[in-house]
Each structure stands twice: as C-alpha cells, then as structure tokens.
C-alpha cells in the first residue's frame, strides 16, 4: 500500500479537529504553529492550508492571515439564499436548453446519487449531489453560474461535515430531484420554483440541526 504524502495525512487531521471543534471557527491558522502542533515542518503545513483552502474549511483574508471558515447561521443562510436563486435560475434555463439525451443523462446521475443512498454511502452522496446540480450548468453554458455555484457548495462543507443531514432528509432530496426530472421532461416552468424550494428545503433542514448545541450528524448533507 503506498503511504499518503505527510501533508495529506495532516490536512485529514486537521480536518477532523475543524469538524469536531478541536479547532473552532474564526481561529487563526498559523504555519508555524501548525508544524509544532503536529509535529511536521512548515511545508506540509503550508500545503495542507492550502488543501483545507480549496476545499472551504480555511479562508485567507488579505493582511490578515489564514483562519477557519465561519459558519454561523446568518452566514449559512445567506449562502443556501444564493445557492437557491441559481439553481432557480438554471433550471428555468435548462426546461428550454436540455435536449432530451442531456435530461436523460441527468436522470441516469439521479440514479447514481439513489444506489448510493440505497447502499448507505453517504459520504459519495456529497460530490454526486454536486455532479447534479453543477451539470444543468455545464448543459447550459452558464460558466459564471457553475462558479459561483461551486463556491457556495465548498463554503459549506464545515456544515455539512460537521451537522450531517438525516437519512429522512436525504431520501426526501432524492424524491424532489425526481420530481424535477419529470417537470425536466415534460418541460414544465414550474421546475424553476420546485428547484427553489428544494434548496430552501435544504436550508431549513440543516439551520435546524446548527441551532441545536451538540448536535451529533448522521451523514453528509446533500441538497
């Protein structure tokens, strides 16, 4: 088996202590404290803020330094706000832009993102759910909106990780994405609206579970 690199296996440690709280929101991430902390030198240090960066658990912010992303309600809101409004947006685009091959591979992602489900694994769910949702943009030639979409989604990844969605939850995900399948093929503009509501559903659910100190997660959440 071949050993990950060491600034792999940091970024995963890291990444664990971020989720649990270890080390909480809003705290500075320091190089050199991190390499003494964990017992490693300053470069796969420097390349695991840089892995945690691209992935949303780190933010730099000019003449301040690195630190752990935010992620309180009012924050969480505001990006799942954004995130509804384009997929509204993308799929009154895609009723009248898919052709009937590009819905059918859509659904054939839907099925995916089902088995998963289905088979319990949960943490695939994630980057299924984001092929679904990034793919209507990639159909549409929508480059901005794919984005912006996909740096919305990174910024939660704190969130999920750490509040998880229920298995309810995602299996009522599951139900909406299929119903928008159907408007899809019957090129219904009604598909728009049901895409909204869909994220706000998501928005909801998981402002529910952060206003609950403690809350154990059950798995990813996908929207």
């Known amino acids: 088996m071949i050993e990950k690199p060491a600034y792999e296996k940091l970024m995963n440690k890291l990444k664990e202590d971020i989720i649990s709280g270890v080390i909480p929101s809003g705290e500075r991430i320091i190089i050199s404290d991190i390499a003494e902390r964990y017992m490693v030198s300053c470069m796969p240090a420097r390349e695991a803020i840089k892995g945690l960066q691209s ?3 780190v933010e730099v912010i000019p003449r301040r330094g690195a630190r752990v992303k935010e992620f309180n309600a009012e924050f969480v809101g505001n ?8 997929d509204q947006m993308i ?3 895609a009723v009248k832009k898919l052709s009937d091959s590009q819905i059918k591979t859509w659904i054939k992602i839907l099925d995916k ?3 998963l489900f289905e088979t319990g694994k949960f943490e695939e769910i994630f980057l299924v759910n984001k092929e679904l949702h990034i793919y209507l943009f990639d159909c549409c030639g929508n480059i901005p909106g794919k984005d912006a979409y996909e740096r919305c989604y990174t910024s939660l990844n704190v969130v999920r990780s750490r509040f998880g969605i229920s298995k309810e939850r995602t299996e009522q995900a599951c139900k909406e994405h299929y119903l928008l399948a159907e408007l899809l093929k019957m090129r219904e503009g009604a598909a728009a ?8 559903r998501a928005k909801e659910y998981i402002m529910g579970r952060i206003s609950v100190p403690n809350r154990i997660h059950d798995a990813p959440a996908a929207t």
């Open 55 to 57: 992935e949303g658990y």
């Open 113 to 115: 993102h089902r088995a």
């Open 79 to 86: 990006v799942y706000d954004v995130m509804g409004a384009l």
């Open 91 to 93: 799929m009154k685009s």
């Open 193 to 200: 609206d049901v895409a909204l509501n869909h994220a706000l």
